[in-house]
């Protein structure tokens, strides 16, 4: 990413984008709503949905996996940890919830409801999405320091295939299983 959009992205609001890319998502999904009534493809619809249970998983998983593994203070969100994970879910992807969550709902709305406007706004969301998460590696490195540096290095920002592949890499190379 160019200096340029670096600096532009911190000059941003801390939550601007997620704000925005979530708004767009509960748009789609509100459209879909609407638009889903006999999808031509059946193929892509079934697609669309495997998509959205794969994108749950990101979803949900990272709301267990911080809590027990964050060192989250007691009564504080599972968001406000206190240690870098970087086990679990945080092996395969650095930003399994923000990121890869957002950008797999993102892309099976349109397979699912299949109308254009749910794909331009798919395309507008998941590249805000995308560039959220170079604004929270930005946090994350001012939060956790060389640690995370380091982490950024292992693991990818949102590409879990990639992501399982180096874990399962890694885990045959050491002779473990996952």
Known sequence: MTEDWKNALGTLHRHLLAWIWSALLIAQMILAFFVFTDPKK?????IGWAIWALGTVFGILPIFTLRTRGKVPEGKSYMET??????????????PQGGTAGILLNLALPLIGQHWLLVVLAVVSMVLIYVDTFKADGTCIDKFGQDYVHYMQRVPRVNFVVGFLRLLMHARAEGTEL
């Open 82 to 95: 206190t240690a870098l994970v970087d086990t679990g879910i945080y092996a395969v992807v650095r930003h």
């Open 42 to 46: 059946q193929v892509l619809m079934l």
